[in-house]
């Protein structure tokens, strides 16, 4: 099921202008009196206060430069895209950021218009304008959220814009906004269904409610407010999540499979708990299409049949080398293969060997969101149907343990969520073959059986010198899925080396198992090393779900992390032009400007510090 994200501007929102940021009422606006009357124009007017998440100027297109192309994992890949929010080099005039800014506000109006007309009509029944009101009022609050996280205090409106005279006000603190956001969203706790009664993700329900509650308290833990008694509130609504026996939430045990869901119009309520709605390929009245897997995926020509991809972005070596040994995350999330240009076959791919340097590393591409596993036919060439994820089960198990560290230190229980965290994302097949006796005889490679074990799929290839065995080597995954086809095993599988003339020729093979996912000793031994330990892995948890720059922030380090990584990079690669991408941040970019516009329009606004 889809959640369909009509904009009904022109009936009850208004068309947008330039003006249009925070308090203009457009001139063709329909009078709430004569609209709000029926159930059907209820859940229009719903279904436009949802459209802000999907539009153009949030997740659709601009929120994924402004949000997630940020800090140290990944860069801008285009030299001649020399300025914008992707590297620090824009201005007050930027249109990236004035389309998100817009987008917020008109998400914000629209949420107060339903608000103040959602009883217009008693006689529709109580529980339907419970459920709309509880869903709106937590969409206020997510989108005042994400107003006060990146452009800092702004001007609280929880009524409809009356009159384009009224422009001129103030802002509001941080911990004014702060506040109005934990109000709408406790509000809408009690009145939203339980995730299970919906069946998907892409509406709100108490899950999504309680796991953004403990977001939006961690946050205000940190920086800038530094408000230390909200852990024990993030605490509270991220274990609510956790013990939710309705819901019954679960992280997914297949990593990759979270993401080939999000992409084939596949819900996972255990896991992905609140997620943006996209749809169609453009083809028809009915679409609501993003930059999904475009924009931040494997590059894809338009000619193969996997779908066109211009691929923007590209990793770091840092994120690169952030994963351990036995961590298969990595190689769902960087490509280590490229899409078959012409092919009519739909993920063809020509693997690619690993990077034989550090500046090679950044070279590579993300791939977590990856075109080939969309269900919509035909592909649209340059957007895609593609889900995005504003909240999942894992997210919400890392704030928990987050904030149980900053009030308990790693107590055996987060340190157990992490593990497991660990495990479910760590290959569970064939780790190394050895030979243990080479044999003699062998003219050519012969054949190797990998059998028993109770598992299978792991295929390996024998390497000969002399006439005898001197290696056995996993084959490459071409699926893409993993590096290597290492398989999956509960125990030790048998190795049978047979055929090419030779013989005596024996192998051992080991196994990935829990023990080598967990993390040292010297991680969980501290307060301090296990709040490292949580910051490594929501980096390689949740990389390119646009969390990574909010966490930098609140975490205090996002100036020293930029400045670390673009030394590193000049390093590794000196000279080249993302390296400046790093540098060029500064203390001003801990929030972005309020746009030139909307400076024009509100006289009573007071810019961001630096801008």
């Known amino acids: 099921m889809k959640i369909k994200y009509i904009a009904l501007s022109a009936l009850m929102f208004g068309t947008t202008a330039c003006k249009d940021f925070l308090t203009t009422e457009p001139t063709d606006f329909l009078n709430p009196g004569a609209y709000y009357k029926t159930k059907e124009h209820l859940e229009f007017s719903r279904a436009g206060v949802y459209d802000i998440l999907g539009s153009g100027g949030l997740y659709g297109t601009y929120a994924q430069y402004l949000l997630g192309w940020d800090g140290d994992a990944a860069y801008m890949n285009r030299a001649t895209l020399t300025a914008g929010p992707w590297n620090y080099f824009y201005s007050t005039a930027d249109p990236y950021n004035a389309g998100t800014w817009s987008a917020l506000w008109q998400g914000v109006n629209r949420a107060n218009v339903l608000l103040a007309n959602v009883d217009k009509n008693p006689e529709i029944d109580q529980a339907y304008r419970d459920k709309v009101r509880g869903e709106v009022y937590f969409l206020r609050g997510y989108y005042y959220f994400l107003l006060v996280q990146y452009y800092g205090g702004v001007p609280i409106k929880t009524e409809p814009t009356a009159s384009v005279e009224d422009v001129n006000q103030a802002r509001n603190t941080d911990k004014e906004v702060y506040d109005l956001i934990l109000s709408d969203m406790e509000k809408a706790e009690a009145l939203v269904p339980d995730i299970t009664d919906l069946g998907f993700g892409g509406a709100v329900s108490k899950s999504a409610v309680r796991g953004l509650l403990a977001r939006v308290n961690l946050k205000m833990a940190g920086f800038p407010l530094k408000d230390e008694s909200r852990y024990a509130e993030a605490k509270k609504w991220a274990k609510m999540v956790i013990d939710d026996t309705k819901a019954n939430h679960a992280m997914n045990p297949n990593y990759p499979k979270i993401f080939m869901n999000l992409a084939g119009d596949v819900y996972d309520i255990k896991e992905s708990i609140f997620e943006v709605e996209f749809f169609g390929n453009g083809l028809d009245n009915y679409s609501e299409t993003g930059n999904q897997g475009w924009i931040n995926g494997p590059a894809s020509a338009a000619t193969s049949a996997t779908g066109r991809a211009d691929s923007y972005m590209s990793i770091t070596a840092k994120f690169y080398n952030i994963f351990e040994p036995g961590d298969a995350r990595k190689f769902w999330n960087i490509a280590h293969f490229a899409y078959v240009s012409n092919s009519s076959v739909n993920g063809a791919k020509t693997v690619s060997n690993l990077p034989a340097t550090e500046t090679a590393k950044y070279g590579l591409r993300p791939a977590k969101w990856r075109r080939e596993y969309e269900a919509v036919q035909p592909k649209s060439p340059q957007r895609t149907p593609q889900n995005v994820p504003i909240l999942r089960f894992t997210?919400?198990?890392?704030?928990?343990?987050?904030?149980?560290?900053?009030?308990?230190?790693?107590?055996?229980?987060?340190?157990?969520?992490?593990?497991?965290?660990?495990?479910?994302?760590?290959?569970?097949?064939?780790?190394?073959i050895t030979v243990t006796n080479g044999g003699t005889g062998y003219t050519t490679a012969p054949e190797v059986v990998i059998s028993a074990g109770n598992g299978s799929n792991a295929e390996a290839v024998a390497v000969v010198s002399g006439g005898k065995v001197t290696a056995v080597n996993l084959k490459r995954d071409a699926t893409g899925v993993n590096f290597y086809q290492e398989g999956v095993y509960t125990s030790v599988p048998t190795v049978t080396i047979q055929g090419a003339g030779g013989t005596g020729a024996t192998a051992e093979a080991t196994i990935y198992t829990p023990e080598d996912a967990k993390l040292p000793a010297a991680q969980t031994a501290t307060k301090a090393s296990f709040h490292k330990a949580i910051m490594d892995e929501r980096m390689r948890e949740l990389t390119g779900e646009a969390l990574r720059k909010a966490d930098l922030i609140r975490w205090g380090v996002f100036l020293e992390v930029c400045q670390d990584m673009g030394n590193t990079a000049q390093q590794d690669s000196p000279g080249q032009f993302y390296v400046k991408y790093f540098t060029n941040v500064s203390e001003k970019d801990l929030l972005m400007p309020i746009p030139a516009a909307e400076m024009t329009v509100n006289t009573s606004m007071v810019q961001n510090k630096g801008w």
């Open 395 to 432: 997210d919400v198990l890392l704030m928990y343990a987050e904030a149980e560290n900053a009030l308990n230190g790693p107590t055996p229980e987060v340190v157990e969520i992490l593990n497991n965290i660990r495990w479910r994302g760590w290959s569970k097949g064939v780790k190394a």
